[in-house]
């Protein structure tokens, strides 16, 4: 019944590997998020991707790569991890572009790199 | 820059006692402004999305209202289990697209019984 679900739960890495996050939605939305909450618990806007479209990219490292094999997925792919990298990663969907559609958040995943 | 700024960063209050939380923006073209609630290794849970000023909404013991610079979020007969952080956030655009939201830091709250 998990309407947005993510894997894993927790990732532990070291710096310079490559890692995915998976996020997964069942709530036929069209329009799919990521967000990275750093250890000051600031939640910040990092992806959007609309019917398979990246809608917005805000000023993330180009190692950060999100893709869309289908409009309930959107995976989150990171190369070269670093210390910074650090944190909580939400994945979240609305239904549409309407103004106001609320948005619907995963569990997270807490990735440390070590 | 849009900014979305919190406050008290930090709220203790006992059980039954009531208070507000404060959420003020500085926006060009505010969509919507959301109240999140999240709680210990959890996502955002939606509460409320506001859209002009002057506008209310409310569930059980939760009321939030929303000026032209500022919204509210009234915790009446707060009960333990209102113990959170409260995020708010706002969407920005000028029509279309999809827009992520700006979140605040948010207020973490604790209900004492």
């Known amino acids: 019944d998990t309407a947005v679900s993510q894997t894993p739960k927790y990732l532990v890495t070291q710096m310079g590997n490559d890692k995915s996050i998976k996020c997964e939605q069942n709530?036929?939305?069209?329009?799919m998020y990521w967000y990275k909450q750093d250890s000051k618990k600031f939640l910040k806007i990092m992806f959007s991707?609309?019917?398979?479209?990246?809608?917005i990219n805000e000023t993330v490292p180009n190692r950060f790569s999100p893709k869309s094999p289908d409009k309930a997925h959107l995976n989150l792919h990171i190369n070269s991890l670093e210390l910074g990298d650090s944190a909580v990663y939400f994945c979240?969907?609305?239904?549409?572009?309407?103004?106001?559609?609320?948005?619907?958040f995963g569990p997270g995943t807490r990735l440390t790199v070590l | 820059e849009d900014q979305v700024t919190q406050s008290p960063e930090a709220l203790r209050l006992q059980e039954g006692e009531s208070s507000s939380l404060n959420c003020s923006y500085t926006?060009?073209?505010?969509?919507?402004l959301f109240w999140y609630r999240q709680d210990p290794g959890k996502g955002p849970e939606f509460l409320f999305t506001l859209y002009s000023a002057g506008e209310e909404k409310e569930k059980e013991r939760l009321k939030a209202t929303l000026t032209k610079k500022e919204s509210f979020l009234h915790i009446t007969a707060p009960k333990p289990e209102d113990s959170a952080t409260y995020l708010c956030a706002v969407q920005v655009g000028a029509g279309g697209g999809a827009d992520g939201l700006t979140f605040g830091k948010g207020t973490h709250l604790i209900i004492q019984p």
């Open positions: 991707y609309n019917n398979k479209e990246l809608i």
């Open positions: 926006v060009s073209g505010l969509r919507g």
């Open positions: 979240a969907s609305s239904q549409s572009l309407r103004p106001g559609d609320e948005q619907f």
């Open positions: 709530l036929g939305h069209d329009t």
